[in-house]
């Protein structure tokens, strides 16, 4: 019963918006993880005609009496109706079974009006034909090696694959990514939280577009780096590896709890070079002796977040998504145009702030929003009120050109 009332439960956090299926299949309390986690999103998939089925066959109210909650109620059925059948004895068995006729009629009736024969063809649409993110995992070069960690995942029975898109990897086949040596690409579905090779360090789950920031900054050896807005710590970790654990990193975060979680996950990942910061990075000076000497900045201000996909998003259509897998805790895909200037404006701010300290050669700046006001207007102002520091241009080969550049100021180009 444990699985169905912990997966039930993550069904109706999702609804009421309270986490993503990543972060709530993940957490701590959940026994059975991979079990959770395939039962959570098989049950998404059927979502809409696991309700109707539920509501025609009134299931929740023949079983008021028990209080079967509309979230353990979806996994039950999806499980009679589409999974395994019910894997467990005791109270939930009984009142499946009790009403099992009611309920495979309904499905038929279903199948009948929409003239499928396949249960999968009851799947709408947006999900059968989605576009699915690969998982992406960083190999973690201050444990390990790209060589290496590839030769451990051939042991484990994966097969190097080089011709398929990333996003239509299936089975066990990873890939190493074109733009990025040490990001490799495995399918979606891949189960990773016990593989040995992430419990040991030698990789770290992180997206493509989080590692943009840290390989595009490329600190040399011995330097001295600021992370302005570093918790949880994937690109400050990111940072560590480039140098090779020489130099300084000063991470900068103004919550004393994800802090503590930069701290133990860099610590992990045999960081060694890192300046954990609770502060505000815009009350810092570069007179201070302690950053006279910081050369390199990477910048991942608060956002609207509204550029970030999530690999299992196609499951949550309908249901806005109000946490994310975000580096920051006040990024929300929030769109409204108050919060969009309020937030353009503090990025401003930002930027112009970095470019003060007096040794600095290069900052990244970057957000995962898809809003020109928090993109090319923040860059335009700052190029703008500044002669100091200009625009990088060709920074990855083939690299198709977005948005506004210098040459094309209007951004049509």
């Known amino acids: ?96 079974t009790k009403h099992r006729t009611r309920l495979q009629a309904e499905l038929a009736k279903i199948k009948i009006k929409r003239k499928v024969r ?18 992406w995992v960083r190999v973690n070069t201050l444990v390990s090696s790209v060589k290496k960690v590839l030769d451990r995942f051939e ?19 990873l890939q190493q990514d074109k733009h990025i ?15 040995p090779l992430l419990l040991d360090g030698s990789i770290i789950i992180q997206d493509k577009a989080s590692c943009f920031p840290a390989y595009v900054l490329n600190p040399p050896q011995g330097a001295v780096c600021i992370d302005a807005c570093a918790a949880p710590g994937n690109k400050t970790s990111h940072l560590s590896a480039i140098m090779r654990n020489t130099g300084k990193i000063y991470a900068f975060d103004m919550d004393k709890r994800r802090l503590g979680i930069l701290q133990r996950l860099t610590k992990r990942a045999g960081c060694k070079n890192i300046d954990p910061t609770l502060g505000n990075f815009l009350e810092t000076s570069g007179s201070d002796p302690r950053f006279k000497n910081v050369e390199y900045i990477l910048l991942d201000p608060s956002c609207s977040g509204s550029g970030i996909v999530g690999r299992m998003d196609h499951l949550l259509e309908g249901i806005p998504a109000e946490e994310n897998d975000s580096e920051n805790p006040s990024t929300t895909p929030s769109t409204t145009e108050s919060r969009i200037t309020s937030l353009a404006t503090f990025q401003l701010s930002a930027l112009l702030h970095a470019l003060t300290f007096p040794s600095l050669k290069k900052v990244v ?12 207007e923040v860059v335009r102002a700052v190029l703008e009120q500044q002669s100091d520091f200009v625009l990088a241009k ?20």
């Open 365 to 376: 700046y970057s957000t995962c929003s898809k809003h020109r006001e928090e993109n090319e």
């Open 118 to 135: 396949d249960n999968k063809d009851l799947i709408p649409a947006h999900i059968r034909d989605a576009v699915v993110l690969p998982r």
């Open 181 to 195: 040596p040490e990001l490799l690409a495995l399918p979606s579905s891949t189960d990773l939280h016990d593989n």
């Open 1 to 96: 019963m444990a699985l169905y009332n912990k997966a039930g439960e993550i069904l109706d956090k999702l609804e009421a918006q309270k986490g993503t299926i990543r972060s709530l299949c993940l957490a701590d309390d959940v026994a059975d993880k991979k079990r959770t986690y395939a039962l959570v999103c098989e049950s998404l998939k059927y979502k809409e005609v696991l309700q109707l089925i539920i509501k025609q066959a009134g299931l929740l109210e023949a079983e008021k009496s028990k209080k079967l909650k509309k979230g353990v109620a979806n996994v039950l059925v999806y499980d009679l109706l589409f999974g395994r059948g019910i894997q467990t004895g005791g109270g939930y068995k009984e009142i499946i």
């Open 394 to 413: 060709g920074v990855f080969e083939g690299w198709e050109t977005r948005g506004w550049t210098q040459e094309d100021p209007l951004g049509e180009g």
């Open 155 to 173: 042991k484990l029975g994966y097969r190097i694959d080089t011709e398929t898109p990333p996003p239509e990897l299936k089975g066990l086949v």
